[in-house]
T-cell receptor, first 111, second 117 residues
Framework: SQQGEEDPQALSIQEGENATMNCSYK?????LQWYRQNSGRGLVHLIL?????REKHSGRLRVTLDTSKKSSSLLITASRAADTASYFC???????????FGAGTILRVKS | GAGVSQSPSNKVTEKGKDVELRCDPI?????LYWYRQSLGQGLEFLIY????????KSGLPSDRFSAERTGGSVSTLTIQRTQQEDSAVYLC???????????????FGPGTRLTVL
């Protein structure tokens, strides 16, 4: 069963605007990761946040984690057309062997 | 260095035929994962190899699916008697280690798009 559930399912914004995607999960985790996927092919790792961290930054990316609400958000600031992709959260379960991926958010950035 | 590679990139087969998909992980990575992604969906975990340990096969959808990893490196995912619902992109990923206390990033291959007619 899916662990992470992203919302919205799809997001369309203008270049330069910020994009926020949310992820909710169900069980205890070691960490939560965000990945990007272009054109339905391989995924690229973006950022990892540990269960004892609340916020993390990487370039134009900002990730927050609220373990009490079992939720995370990914903020992309000053979006570019090249940010158009699907974004997935994945949870590294505390008592599992594998990452569990959500269904993803499709982001479209219009230039 | 080279990333994860997969072959073939595309495979079209007829219902009932067997297919083999190959994954070459990053050299030195001990953990290898197979996922399946149906059109517009998230990733579905299939199987996981870690070193010489017994693989975690908990995600394999039926006994028509099997995978092996020879010499701790290359892996082959085999689907026997393919069905139309097997059509999907099959993604392989490898990571340096999956020890629980480590932060483990998975590096994905480009995937194999399987179409069963």
């Amino acid at each position: 069963s899916q662990q992470g559930e992203e919302d919205p399912q799809a997001l369309s914004i203008q270049e330069g605007e910020n994009a926020t995607m949310n992820c909710s999960y169900k069980t205890s985790i070691n960490n939560l990761q965000w990945y990007r996927q272009n054109s339905g092919r391989g995924l690229v790792h973006l950022i990892l946040i540990r269960s004892n961290e609340r916020e993390k930054h990487s370039g134009r990316l900002r990730v927050t984690l609220d373990t009490s609400k079992k939720s995370s958000s990914l903020l992309i600031t000053a979006s570019r057309a090249a940010d158009t992709a699907s974004y997935f959260c994945a949870t590294d379960e505390k008592y599992g062997n594998k990452l569990v991926f959500g269904a993803g958010t499709i982001l479209r950035v219009k230039s | 260095g080279a990333g994860v590679s997969q072959s073939p990139s595309n495979k079209v087969t007829e219902k009932g035929k067997d297919v083999e998909l190959r994954c070459d992980p990053i050299s030195g990575h001990t953990a290898l994962y197979w996922y399946r992604q149906s059109l517009g969906q998230g990733l579905e975990f299939l199987i996981y190899f870690q070193g010489n340990s017994a693989p975690d096969k908990s995600g394999l959808p039926s006994d028509r699916f099997s995978a092996e990893r020879t010499g701790g490196s290359v892996s082959t995912l085999t689907i026997q008697r393919t069905q139309q619902e097997d059509s999907a992109v099959y993604l392989c990923a490898s990571s340096l280690s999956s020890a629980r206390e480590w932060e483990d990033t998975q590096y994905f291959g480009p995937g194999t798009r399987l179409t069963v007619l």
